[in-house]
T-cell receptor, first 112, second 113 residues
Framework: DADVTQTPRNRITKTGKRIMLECSQT?????MYWYRQDPGLGLRLIYY???????NKGEISDGYSVSRQAQAKFSLSLESAIPNQTALYFC???????????FGPGTRLTVT | SQQGEEDPQALSIQEGENATMNCSYK?????LQWYRQNSGRGLVHLIL?????REKHSGRLRVTLDTSKKSSSLLITASRAADTASYFC?????????????FGEGTQLTVNP
């Protein structure tokens, strides 16, 4: 079984809809991250959380919110989706002692 | 401005040749990491080099770091078709907390059989 899972894997939604992307991990890591990837722009950090009670904005948090429901679960919400939020979204995890991150398979989101 | 910029943007080589990718960054770092991404899939961590290290090896991978020039290179020796992927450098800046990373835009490597 994959260590970091994301649901859904693909989603098409309409402008103005609320959508939630979910991430779960079995690695026992305390740190979790949400990134988006656009063609030619690499990955950009949306939000990150170093433990259940810690939530921090990344470089592009506007239009997004997150919830850390448990150490193993970190969800990303788009309250009112807009077309320029069409992208590939990745969740990642790391632990307190090592800086390398472990990525989920991604969610391809299309907002029409 | 982008912290972590890879060069070249795209590289095409024959199987068996070596591939070299470069990364430049702007701020002081704690460490620099390289990741691989197969088309449309999640990133996979390859290697981490700390700011006090100059060179590191892992299998067919060799990474160098020059903090005076704020640059790093990733060398893949004896490349294989399976190495075809995008390669990203990511920096953990000295001033930011924990393991927050900033990614570059990547180098697309194509290894032709």
């Amino acid at each position: 079984d994959a260590d970091v899972t994301q649901t859904p894997r693909n989603r098409i939604t309409k402008t103005g809809k609320r959508i939630m992307l979910e991430c779960s991990q079995t690695k026992g890591h305390d740190r979790m991250y949400w990134y988006r990837q656009d063609p030619g722009l690499g990955l950009r950090l949306i939000y990150y959380s170093f433990d259940v009670k810690d939530i921090n904005k990344g470089e592009i948090s506007d239009g997004y919110s997150v919830s850390r429901q448990a150490q193993a679960k970190f969800s990303l919400s788009l309250e009112s989706a807009i077309p320029n939020q069409t992208a590939l979204y990745f969740c990642a995890t790391s632990d307190s002692y090592r800086d390398e991150q472990y990525f989920g398979p991604g969610t391809r989101l299309t907002v029409t | 401005s982008q912290q972590g910029e890879e060069d070249p943007q795209a590289l095409s080589i024959q199987e068996g040749e070596n591939a070299t990718m470069n990364c430049s960054y702007k701020t002081s770092i704690n460490n620099l990491q390289w990741y691989r991404q197969n088309s449309g899939r999640g990133l996979v961590h390859l290697i981490l080099i700390r700011s006090n290290e100059r060179e590191k090896h892992s299998g067919r991978l060799r990474v160098t770091l020059d903090t005076s020039k704020k640059s790093s290179s990733l060398l893949i020796t004896a490349s294989r078709a399976a190495d075809t992927a995008s390669y990203f450098c990511a920096t953990a800046a000295l001033q930011t907390s924990g393991s927050r990373l900033t990614f570059g835009e990547g180098t697309q490597l194509t290894v032709n059989p």
